[in-house]
């Protein structure tokens, strides 16, 4: 019986230990830049080391909504950014509740704002988004890709002197 219950201890330390090691650091650094005049302003965690690391989120997906920009700045108005940011709340509600997927980036220039994510299974995503899409009724572009190494996220970081934590 001793040994049974060492096991069992033994799991569920390894089990919390593993479950906290996949937990996100929701700290976010802003970037400015500019390209051809306009602004870009990119926000990110940078605290997702854990998640790299641990393998799981090998697919790449970028979620883009395109706006019409309405002065020379072409960032969106503040009703649109109101907008955007109730979307972002309510997507990653959704997809980071359970770790399926992990917002790290989101990049606004030239009329597009774009949320960069990695996730566990990009079917998964699709599906979960599909559902947040349609109850918001927006046209959002989706672009998928591999990225088992991070290498988009890992490249903006460094533009902005960063680097993984």
Known sequence: MKKLTLAMLIISIFG???SQQLMINDTWFTGEGENNGRPIIIRGRQHLKNLMMSER?????????????????ALPTPDENVKMGEFEDKFVEVLEA?????LTLVYTHNGQRTW?????SAEEFEKRFSDIQENLKLSLAIEKDTDPD????RGILENFGLEPK
């Open 16 to 18: 919390a230990a593993r």
């Open 150 to 153: 991070w290498t988009l996220y």
């Open 116 to 120: 960069i994510l990695y996730t566990q």
């Open 98 to 102: 359970d770790l399926q997927s992990v």
């Open 57 to 73: 989120f090998s697919s790449l997906v970028e979620v883009i909504w395109n706006y019409k920009p309405t002065n020379d700045s």
